[in-house]
């Protein structure tokens, strides 16, 4: 995924793996829960680590907890995108996985003007539509949602198909495993946290 989140304490470490849907549900609740999600998963600078106390770590994961029973988390889906081969050069290289992130230099039948760049994730499937004129900005012109398409057509990927899967955040299970994982340190101990 990218960003991970690692406790460090008396020689032992923990890295829960937060999911894109799991950091999606910190987000929604950061500025309500008063520096809460700041003490469970805020670090000063990538690769460093940042001490709390167990205590204020304790007590960040109950009120996120408590939050978190108080909304439902809502239904979310994660775009993803296939392409059916890849030219490079006089090579065609089939395609036989999905895949999100995004995929530049596309071209539309017909259209010679522009490149196109998909773009899919957690509650996002776009096409961005670039001018390939050099007197142009090099920027989106405009962006169409996918999200209700099954598939596109292009010019040098063949037919792109796209396709979406529910996704569940399990945050409040990753909150349970911290917690056992300083369930038995006292509360004026320093656990690390370390986002890399």
């Known amino acids: 995924m990218g960003v991970e989140l690692v406790y460090k ?3 032992r470490e923990l890295c829960p793996e937060f999911s894109e849907a799991d950091w999606d549900s910190l987000n929604r609740i950061w500025e309500e829960s008063d520096g809460a999600v700041a003490t469970l998963a805020d670090a000063t600078e ?7 106390l167990v205590r204020d770590l304790r007590d960040a994961i109950d009120r996120i907890d408590r939050m978190l029973s108080r909304y439902p ?3 979310r889906y994660l775009y993803q995108y296939k392409a059916e081969y890849w030219e490079f050069g006089d090579r065609r290289i089939e395609i036989d996985e999905f895949g999100d992130g995004s995929l530049a230099g596309i071209r539309l039948l017909g259209d010679e003007e522009h490149t196109y760049v998909i773009r899919a994730g957690l509650e996002r499937c776009c096409l ?3 001018s390939n004129r050099a007197d142009r900005a090099r920027g989106p012109v405009e962006s169409r949602d996918l999200r209700d398409e099954q598939f596109l057509e292009t010019a040098n990927f063949g037919r792109i198909r796209i396709r979406k899967s529910r996704v569940e955040s399990d945050l409040r299970a990753k909150l349970a495993e911290i917690r056992r994982f300083i369930e038995r340190l006292p509360d004026d101990e320093t656990i690390f946290k370390l986002i890399g």
């Open 9 to 11: 304490c008396g020689g």
């Open 46 to 52: 990538l690769g460093e680590d940042e001490g709390v």
């Open 73 to 75: 988390e809502p239904t």
């Open 128 to 130: 961005e539509k670039r």
